[in-house]
């Protein structure tokens, strides 16, 4: 045996085992090798080794060409991008609207809901947050210009506390 392999071989060992154990598993080890140095494994015949190297060669030979064949795909789809990016920018590709002429994107809203200059007449509640938004607007007018409606600062953060408290009931619906 080999003196360094056997150190570390007979290290290893007593971490797991007793003494014993150890010179046990130390003799199996010299049995298998002298074992292995009587009994050689026989040699590969020359048509065994070739049929190897055939199929490695047949192996290499698909590999090879089905790595040409995506890379001529890459390319193509590459050239078909840069040739469509040209074709958009140029012009050439002109696309018809989608909508006919004289139709509104907001088709779901009729038309008469839009119709008046004063959209809260329609709907009640949206009158109702109107009515109160313009009245807090008005009082917020009236503090900043210095009228005598409310008292001081605390007045105008009130009315914008109320403000904002309008504004998500409304959007709450």
């Given at each position: 045996m080999n003196a360094p392999n056997d150190n570390e071989l007979r290290s290893l060992l007593e971490g797991f085992y007793n003494s014993e154990q150890v010179?046990?598993?130390?003799?199996?080890?010299?049995?298998?090798?002298?074992?292995?140095?009587?009994?050689?494994?026989?040699?590969?015949?020359?048509e065994a080794l070739a049929g190897v190297k055939a199929d490695v060669r047949r192996a290499l030979a698909r590999r090879h060409h089905?790595?040409?064949?995506?890379?001529?795909?890459?390319?193509?789809?590459?050239?078909?991008?840069?040739?469509?990016?040209?074709?958009?920018?140029?012009?050439?590709l002109e696309t018809a609207p989608l909508m006919p002429p004289g139709t509104m994107a907001a088709a779901m809203i009729p038309a008469s809901f839009w119709e008046g200059h004063d959209v809260t007449v329609s709907d009640p509640s949206l009158a109702y947050f109107a009515a109160e938004i313009e009245q807090i607007e008005n009082e917020l007018?009236?503090?900043?210009?210095?009228?005598?409606?409310?008292?001081?600062?605390?007045?105008?953060?009130?009315?914008?506390?109320e403000f904002i408290d309008i504004q998500g009931d409304f959007w709450k619906g």
């Open positions: 010179e046990a598993g130390l003799d199996d080890f010299e049995n298998g090798r002298k074992l292995f140095v009587q009994n050689p494994a026989p040699a590969p015949s020359r089905s790595q040409t064949v995506r890379r001529i795909a890459f390319g193509a789809s590459i050239a078909a991008a840069a040739v469509l990016a040209v074709a958009v920018r140029v012009g050439l007018a009236s503090l900043h210009s210095g009228g005598k409606h409310r008292s001081g600062e605390a007045a105008v953060t009130e009315l914008e506390v």
